[in-house]
């Protein structure tokens, strides 16, 4: 399976109610169906690596605002 059939059903997948998957390592701008590099939630899931390693931004998740807070440059 190719790395973007794998990362489709990852993110496609429904998650158990009232519960939350956070992530991080897949930078969300290579999400399918996403490609920006903001946090991503969808299904339960929030992917919050918005590729500061790689010169994008750090992203925190707040749980009690539902928001996220970006630093543009470390």
């Known amino acids: 399976q190719t790395l973007t059939k794998r990362l489709r059903t990852m993110f496609r997948l429904k998650s158990v ?4 998957l956070v ?3 897949t930078h ?3 999400i399918p ?3 920006s590099p903001e946090a991503y939630k969808a299904n339960g899931h929030i992917a ?25 440059k470390m």
């Open 17 to 20: 109610p009232n519960t939350f």
């Open 23 to 25: 992530t991080g390592h």
């Open 28 to 30: 969300t701008a290579n």
């Open 33 to 35: 169906n996403h490609g």
């Open 48 to 72: 919050i690596d918005c590729g500061c390693a790689s010169g994008g931004r750090l992203c925190a998740y707040c749980f009690e605002t539902d928001r996220e807070f970006y630093v543009d």
